[in-house]
């Protein structure tokens, strides 16, 4: 569930207007192109400097995440949705990938409001996708492919069919009544009608209170009616929550990823958020959501978690959806220099900038480098709630260049990486055509402004056979993509050139190489607006890295100063490369980089 568009915990109210704008932008400024292939990538030391490392850190460190929609990942059993069997049998396909550990989208009892995000038992799996065998195995197989699991934990709110829901809503004596928030009307208009307790919106349109005509009050939902939030303040709630958390722990998790973790606790007094003095994509009039978001509480609740979570051996991982507004917001969410809450909170300030600008990305990589006590980024730039980052930033002309770019900031940087299915291989936006055909509820209220995140959320294209090699279904539960005859995995496995073996070298490079895995990372040229520049410093003798990309439809010619980063040495090898014209790159000097170019280069 709360995952919504472009920034989910300030989804839906201030952003839902900027991603009505980025869908306009990308639908009909810009019509999808046809997949292009690249020029061929050249790894000539990738895989030969493979080098064994030592233990650097825990896990999570280095981590590559892969984000599974299980709705839409392989389904199993032929009934048009993805499940858990359909993961386990993909694994081989998820180890030659590269990645450390999967994030599975909610797979818990639901009635699916917001497919899975409206939970209504945390301590089992949704027949839809299997059984709770089945998730035992698949953390089992798993492990034999080097990959942990990551459930996604929705502590914000539940089902309106949850049991702890259902006692609480049948009295205002129930032992649960305080569970929930529950407050009076503020009053009543002239007809009868019930004035909620203040101007609170839900993030997926209109009020964020909910009436109930047999006790007489409203129940507060930050997003769907049929979400409604958990008090934690009572710390009744903190305590089943945290059984909760334990119960997925003993079944052998990894972690958690932490689903509106920013919205755990509202303000007491109930104050009106201020007005923007906009309309929202919903149709409301945009708040502040000040008193609804991001409150000093929830960082207690973090620290109480992070000691519980630690209590595990293993080095099991907490990762929040923390769509924050600065880097220092962002600090907070680690603990800062105590390093005591979460060990990945989201770094969103990267990933979402959706425009082609090297200045800010420099500032915005540079930050999270040096302003976060020593902490380690996540960095991210898709997941199931956004556009798919090949349509954000693409300019419908160099689009699969444009991706090698991304690709390269996501994998080289000094940070742990989350990728999302499909972004691998270039699977592209498709919103829903009428609606009719959405499925999202935030789709089917906000259209045709905003058409929901069905786009995104599409199943994954194996092959260019039937339904993608996703289902044997007549129908699968969003529409197989017309893409998928060009855009698949079977296709671009071995095709050189392919944004998926793109994906594949790098993160090859990056398993193996001691300077890309924790060597510090340094700006260099930092005055020119069009090339990104940065060094990964020496580490353990092993020689510094130079990565250069082209952030431009036009050719830069641009000398490399290594040396500003205290690197001695100006002859280079060339490690990876989409530009056949640098594969025998040998100095810093005078590179010209091909437009959207990607380059990465040893010191010698």
Same mark, same amino acid.
């Given at each position: +569930?709360?995952d919504?568009m ?6 839906l109210?201030?952003?839902a207007a @900027?991603l009505?704008a ?5 639908f009909?400024?810009? #019509?999808l ?11 000539? &030391?990738?895989?030969a ?8 850190? #825990?896990w999570?460190k280095?981590?590559v ?5 299980p ?7 032929g =009934? ?8 386990t049998?993909?694994?081989?396909y ?7 550990a999967i994030w599975?989208?909610?797979c818990?009892?639901s009635? /699916?409001?917001d497919?899975g995000?409206d939970?209504s ?6 027949p839809?996708?299997?059984?709770m065998a ?10 034999k492919?080097?990959i942990?699991?990551?459930m ?8 309106d069919?949850h ?7 049948s009295s ?8 929930y928030?529950w ?10 009608k019930p004035?909620?307790p ?8 209109g ?5 109930d005509?047999k006790?007489?009050q409203?129940y ?15 710390p009744?709630?903190e ?9 997925w722990?003993?079944k ?5 990823r932490?689903d509106?973790i920013?919205n755990?606790f509202e303000?007491p007094?109930?104050?009106?958020e ?9 149709g409301?009039?945009e ?6 978001n991001?409150l000093?509480?929830?960082?207690v609740v973090m620290?109480?978690l ?10 099991r991982?907490?990762?929040g959806?923390t769509?924050l507004?600065? @880097? /220092?917001d962002? =600090?907070?969410?680690y ?6 809450q979460?060990?990945?909170? +989201? =770094?969103?300030?990267v990933g979402?900038?959706?425009? +082609?600008?090297?200045?800010l990305?420099?500032t915005?990589i ?6 976060i006590n020593g902490?380690?980024p996540l960095? @991210?730039?898709?997941?199931h709630d956004?556009?798919?980052s ?6 419908g002309?160099h689009?699969?260049?444009i ?5 390269s900031v ?10 999302y299915?499909g /972004?691998e291989?270039?699977? @592209?936006?498709?919103?829903?055509r009428?609606?009719?055909e $959405?499925r ?5 209220r906000g259209?045709?402004?905003?058409k ?6 599409t199943p994954?294209?194996w092959?260019d056979?039937t339904?993608?090699?996703?289902s044997?279904a007549?129908?699968t539960?969003? #529409? ?9 995995v079977?296709s671009?496995?071995n095709?050189?050139g392919s ?7 790098l993160i ?5 190489d001691?300077? +890309?895995?924790d060597g510090? /990372?340094?700006?260099?040229?930092t005055s020119?607006?069009?090339v990104?520049a ?5 580490v353990d003798g092993?020689p510094a890295i130079v $990565?250069a990309?082209?952030?431009t439809?036009? #050719?830069?010619?641009?000398s ?10 100006t002859?280079v090898?060339t490690v990876?490369?989409d530009?056949? &014209?640098?594969?025998r790159?040998?100095?810093l000097?005078n ?9 990465i280069g040893r010191?010698?």
């Open positions: +569930m709360t919504n472009c920034m989910r915990t300030h989804s109210k201030g952003l @900027v009505a980025v869908f306009t932008l990308i009909f400024s810009n #019509p192109p046809a997949f292009a292939l690249g020029p061929q990538s050249t790894a000539p &030391s990738a895989q400097d493979a080098t064994p490392h030592p233990s650097d850190g #825990p999570w280095h981590a995440v892969y984000e599974i929609y709705r839409s990942f392989q389904d199993s059993n =009934d048009g949705t993805g499940d858990l069997n359909g993961i049998d993909r694994l081989g998820l180890e030659s990938l590269g990645v450390d599975i989208a909610p818990y009892p009635p /699916q409001a497919f995000y939970i038992n945390y301590e089992a799996i949704d839809q996708y299997g059984t089945d998730f035992e195995n698949l953390v089992a197989q798993a492990k492919h080097n942990r699991i990551i996604d934990m929705v502590m914000n709110h539940t089902s069919q049991p702890w829901f259902k006692e609480s809503e205002r004596t129930n032992p649960k009544r305080d569970w928030i407050r009076d009307p503020k009053g009543y208009t002239a007809d009868g004035i909620p203040n101007n609170w919106i839900s993030a997926f349109g009020s964020a209170w909910q009436w005509p006790t007489k409203f507060y939902h930050e997003f769907l009616v049929q979400q409604p939030d958990l008090n934690w303040r009572n009744d709630v305590k089943a929550m945290f059984d909760v958390v334990r119960f722990l003993d052998g998790v990894a972690g958690f932490l509106a920013t755990l303000d007094k109930l104050r009106n201020p007005y923007t003095g906009k309309i929202d994509a919903m409301d009039r708040v502040k959501d000040i008193y609804t991001n000093p509480e929830v960082h620290r109480k992070r000691a519980l979570v630690d209590s595990y051996p293993g080095d991982v907490l990762i959806e769509y507004p600065s @880097v /220092q962002l =600090d907070n969410w603990g800062g220099a105590a390093h005591n979460l060990q990945l909170p +989201m =770094d969103m300030q979402f900038i959706n425009k +082609m600008d090297a200045s990305f420099r915005r540079n930050q999270a480098e040096t302003e902490n380690r960095f @991210v730039f898709d997941n956004n556009p798919r090949w349509d954000r930033y693409g300019d002309v689009n699969a260049s991706a090698r770019v991304i690709a996501l994998l080289t940087s000094n940070s742990a990486a989350m990728m299915d /972004q291989i270039g699977m @592209v936006t498709t919103p829903p009428t609606k009719a $959405v999202d509820p935030a789709g089917i259209w045709p402004k905003y929901g995140r069905d786009g995104e959320r994954m294209q092959s056979t339904d993608a090699g996703f044997t007549a129908k539960w969003l #529409p197989i993509p017309p893409s998928y005859r060009t855009v698949n079977q671009e496995e095709r050189p944004l998926l073996r793109w994906y594949k070298d090859t490079l990056r398993a193996n001691p300077t +890309m895995r510090d /990372q340094v700006m260099i040229n020119n607006p069009s990104l940065y060094v990964r410093k020496s092993h $990565v990309l082209n952030f439809a036009s #050719p830069q010619t641009i490399l100063d290594a040396a500003s980063a205290g690197v001695t040495g002859n090898s990876l490369t530009a056949p &014209s640098l594969e790159t040998g100095s000097s590179i010209t980089l091909p437009p959207f170019a990607s380059w010191v010698q």
